[in-house]
């Protein structure tokens, strides 16, 4: 295996790893620890996503880096689902998240915890994301 294989590699299984700490572990268990309100919880969630959109945008980067630099022998399967991967980051980074951030903002801290059709929209967007890292991380290792 080469070194950038290798390290795109690394790349996915990384970016796996935060999406599942941060949307399926750490946000929906913030809200039950004692004393954090639902502003509070909605503050610290609104802070760790911006963080973690960022970490994503860097680790898209530098996988689609890597898929150039590995371009001959990249398979259309792992084009497509780097790009479709690009797009669906794009979609919730972009797009989803600013339009809840500016609602929770304009409403105030929250009072109850967003169940809106943009939460689940973003939701929806994470577990799609999920399925598709595990797919390019079987892709690539298969390769290996």
């Known amino acids: 295996m080469n070194a950038v294989l290798g390290g ?20 929906p268990l913030k809200f039950r620890a004692p004393g954090i309100t639902v502003p509070l919880g909605v503050g610290i969630g609104r802070l760790v996503f911006r963080a973690l959109n960022v970490a994503e945008a860097v680790l898209w980067l530098a996988g689609f880096v890597a898929l150039l630099l590995r371009a001959e022998e990249a398979s259309p399967a792992e084009i497509w689902l780097v790009a479709v991967l690009g797009a669906d980051l794009a979609i ?8 809840m951030d500016r609602k929770v903002v304009d409403r105030g801290a ?35």
């Not at 795109?8 to 946000?27: D, H, K, P, R, Y």
């Not at 929250?110 to 991380?137: C, D, F, Q, W």
């Open 92 to 99: 919730g980074a972009a797009v989803l998240r600013p339009i």
């Open 8 to 27: 795109q590699i690394a790349v996915t299984f990384t970016w796996l790893g935060m999406v599942l700490a941060i949307s399926f572990l750490e946000a």
């Open 110 to 144: 929250a009072t109850s915890v967003p169940r809106t059709a943009l939460h689940l929209g973003y939701v929806a967007l994470e577990i799609v994301k999920v399925g598709l890292l595990v797919a390019l991380g079987v892709v690539l290792l298969a390769v290996a």
